[in-house]
């Protein structure tokens, strides 16, 4: 193998390719980035037990003299591409298996791992992809993430499942405690129910976080493909029956009560600093238990006790308001914040059915968007 | 105690504070803040094993109602103080010992410290200060506080020793394998000889951070005093004799060579990206050995060599070389890529004695700044 490419082009596939570099691996060859000349085309792959990405390359200012193929050492090599100030970079693989790194002063000899030894990925091959815009997919992707459960006890929750039936696509994540749901209209697309790895789902929305383009997406039994531009980012899919959260969410509220969405995230967060922090048992994830009060007055009450700290409680005014009678719900404040946050809309409305029934929060320019939170027990 | 105060002033001050605050203590009253009103002025104290610091507020905005003193939970206060949004914050006092923090429409109710139980903390006391513009304090510890050791196996070299003999002020850090060394002159002011701890000096370094007027600095057996604006800070100094490092720095250099500072430094921190990893026996350094070759043709060669993954060579061209004959010397590229970032110079000289002999930079506009490193033994 002997090329010349811009430094430049080289970095922003590397950047990509990165997403599918395991940090550690039961297989070293996995820490290795597969490189691979064609006449005219270079190919990386990177590869981990969750997900593979293959990026071609073939801008005008790759030259390829010699083609051929190498699995270099991943990290060392992305950091050494990214740091070096040259223009141009020219990887030359000798016949002793070193690979050269030439530039304008300077020279840097990796010791290569064997091409043979890389496993090799099979792409989902299908005719007939979905599309999706990348901005539509990103948006999905910031409004349920977040709910998933980060535990391994429930694996299927660990993911978030697209449902596609009769044109409406169905996007949902939930940790049992709390539940995301998007709704999208898709056009003439075969019925699909699938459950991706939350892990995959961040990298892919890093990966095609400057992509502006629609995506390509084929699906097959246990894998999805996602291809744009040049980037071919595969994904496994979780195996197992996501549970039918169809009947969760209520449609009747007695109580409905609007704010200003930053207004009422302020509030809460402040309240929320004060409130003792209860950890989730395997993970080091705290949450705290925060009031909201209807008064019979009709003012929204925010507040937490803390034994040992003291206690807080603000007012906040809501926009709008629709009840019969004084209410007090008692929440983890992490679940609000996290939930208002996935709407842009400015007004959000909170819909409570009883104190220990769950209660749900829509955004004004957001009707597909519901996100729903479970209350525990609190002494009044 | 009842007061009221724009928060801003109030974030201003517990910023200053927050340095001396620990995050844990064997003592639970140290971390509370002290709040201490009197007629006039508001005291914010704050204290740990190494310092101790103190702000007195003024402000126009500060009314006093009733004076009085409490300590209260201080990370909890400072956080809370910090969220809130209104522009004035109202302080009180009940009878059952609660402080209430009062703002538009909410308030905070902390569970309060007895501050009959907060330890009394000795300010030095002397008429005649040493004096230091602040832009010169933090000149030398961002000169030489990096140099100070890690490991608590040589407590004294854990510091920065400031000795001031005949109007000569000579302040010294080193690890033993590297050292870095700053003279200032001093008009008038006795001879003293002092070790402050880096950790202090550190926490000084992010107080003075906005200020730009001289600093009082008050000595005593063992304490150093720190007044600017409304502010004390106070460090305990390391007890014990800092070693005589004036005969550690050589006066003769056959091989001085002279450099454009960032070139430089770009070449050794790539070239130390391949290079081998040790790590410190007792703590999470890693340092990488790197060697600089001065070749016949006076070529300066930057190169290493990683068994596992491969070597690199970058060539540097001097501005400037004095020389006889080639030579070769090895080090961590970490000493040299912080003594490099000490520098403000556009060019530094490597002035090299041998190649297991100490080798000092200069900086061509800081003839007061000295870094040494220690080579290490390789194999040519």
Redesign the interface.
Known sequence: MNLTIDREVLIDSLNTISRGLPTKSPMPILLGIKLYATDKDLFLTSSNSDISVEVRINDPSLVIEEFGQVVV?GR?FI??IR???SKKVNLYLNEDN??FIKVD???????IMDPLDYPKIDFVSQENPFVISSNTLKNIIRETLFATCQSEKKPILTGVNFNLTDGKLTITATDSFRLAQKVVNIEDYENFNITVPAKSLDDLFKAIDTCNDDLKIYISNNKMLVVFKNVCFQTRLLEGNYPDTSRLIPDYFPIVIKFNKDELQ??V??IS??SPRDKEKDKEITYSIIKLSLKKDRIIEVSTTNA??????????PTDIEANGPITIGFSSRYLIEALRSFTSTEVTLNILGDIRPFIIRGDNEPNLTQLILPVRIDN
Chains 1, 2 share one sequence.
């Open positions: 050492p060392f950091d050494i740091k070096l100030n070193v690979l002063r300077g020279e840097y000899r990796l010791r302020e509030v967060e402040r600093l004060l040992s700290i003291g206690d807080g409680t603000e007012q906040v005014i």
